[in-house]
């Protein structure tokens, strides 16, 4: 089937404005998407009809709405190809799923002298939990190196690897370098030293397929605001083996099943972790937003957004002084830039007020601008909707402005 880029564009209310009397280019999907009427529209519906606390009321209302969030386990559970629906956890976003690992699996299983491996090109979100975690146990932080095109040194990961490595935390796709990094073979050689591996995929599920089964990931994180749907919502998928094994980290209503002074009994996964009300407002929209992906369908979508990094990358390269950081073979949409002796914050202001949305500054991750020795960069990223005649608004933008400053 075509892929109707007008149709989609329909879907999203948000693209058709101006600012600044010119035609909004929206550049900054990395940061957060924008959402279509489908999900703007369940998320109102819920306000408008059945809203009510899920999982405790007897009334029609509680069980409608109990039913949808459990309906949107059920999509997410597909979505991601889960092995149970009850290995989809939801939470606050990838941050809280990051979080929800470092204190309960590093609680059981992580002590004085062991390691956790990330890479040098993580989120901050998936490197500062480790960082408290080793210092609450005592345990040591392992960095994997990455090369001059922002791809991870899989030998120098291999050395890394002992028997005192207790889990391996790394990204699916780079918020900053789009390095697609090669997350099964990382998972096949953690696994061949029966290490467990967390997959940070905020910046994956939205642009290609996941399939955590085939990943064979032990964890998998996203949020629900990069992939079209609301904020607050986010996903962990646990393997069932270390859900179990793992104590609760949040505590309080709905992750109980009794409670006495003497003794509580925790509830079933995957309440064990869904501690106080749970956002089923969000995750009822968040799974909205999984199926409008469906609709539209990922390798269109994979395939959409490849045309468009082939041809922002062609059109930003024919400017001498504009260098790009991160050149990965495989690489999803997003291009990180400079041009020469202009500040990236000057870069983005002007933008902005020709219309376009970029993105400028660390991105949340230091260290990767400590290695380019650069203090920020301007990130233009892709989503479904975006076209070719955006890029060209940008390419002409990023002229003036060394005109201007010439
Ligand atoms: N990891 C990566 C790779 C990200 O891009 C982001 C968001 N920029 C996060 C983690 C954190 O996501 P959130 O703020 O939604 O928790």
Not at 9 to 28: E, M, S, T, W
Not at 54 to 64: A, D, F, K, N, P
Not at 121 to 129: A, G, K, Q, R
Not at 173 to 195: C, F, M, Q, W, Y
Request: charged content about 25%; aromatic content about 10%; proline content about 3%.
């Amino acid at each position: 089937m075509a892929y109707d880029i007008q149709k989609i564009r329909a879907d999203f209310p948000i693209l058709h404005q101006n600012v600044y009397g010119k035609p909004l280019v929206y550049f900054d999907n990395g940061a957060t998407s924008q959402k279509p009427q489908s999900v703007i529209d369940a998320i109102s519906k819920v306000y408008k009809e059945i809203n009510s606390n899920i999982h405790r009321g007897v009334h029609y209302l509680s069980t409608r709405t109990t039913d949808k969030y459990e309906n949107a386990r059920k999509i997410v559970k597909e979505f991601i190809n889960a092995g149970h629906f009850h290995e989809v956890i939801f939470t606050s976003g990838t941050t809280a799923s990051i979080n929800s690992v470092m204190y309960s699996f590093g609680e059981k299983f992580v002590n004085k002298g062991d390691e956790i491996i990330i890479s040098a090109m993580e989120h901050h979100s998936n490197i500062v939990p480790w960082q408290i975690l080793c210092e609450r146990k005592g345990a040591k932080l392992q960095i994997i190196p990455f090369n001059e095109n922002g791809e991870l040194l899989l030998n120098e990961y291999e050395k890394l690897l002992s028997e005192k490595t207790k889990l391996v935390a790394i990204n699916h796709v780079s918020n900053t370098l789009g390095t697609i990094n090669p997350v099964k073979e990382i998972i096949k050689i953690a696994h061949r030293n029966d290490v467990p591996v967390l997959v940070d995929g905020a910046q994956a599920v939205h642009h290609t397929k996941v399939d955590v089964q085939d990943l064979d990931a032990d964890f998998y994180a996203f949020s629900g605001h990069k992939a079209y749907g609301p904020t607050g919502i986010g996903v962990l998928y646990g393997k069932e083996k270390w859900l179990e094994a793992m104590p609760p980290f949040l505590s309080g209503g709905d992750m109980i099943k009794t409670v006495t002074f003497e003794k509580t009994v925790y509830n079933d996964l995957p309440f064990k972790f869904e501690a106080g009300t749970a956002n089923f407002v969000g995750a009822i929209g968040l799974a909205e937003a999984l199926k409008y992906i469906t609709s539209v369908g990922t390798e269109n979508i994979s395939l959409h957004e490849a045309g468009l990094l082939e041809y922002g990358t062609k059109k930003l390269e024919e400017i001498a002084d504009l260098k790009i950081y991160g050149n990965a073979r495989n690489k999803a949409s997003a291009i990180s830039f400079l041009l020469k002796n202009i500040h990236h914050s000057d870069v983005g202001i002007i933008l902005d007020k020709l219309g376009v949305a970029v993105r400028t500054g660390n991105h949340c991750t230091q260290p990767i601008m400590d290695k380019f020795d650069i203090s920020g960069t301007v990130r233009a990223s892709f989503a479904m909707y975006n076209t070719k005649e955006e890029i060209d608004v940008l390419f002409d933008g990023l002229k003036k402005i060394i005109e201007m400053f010439s």
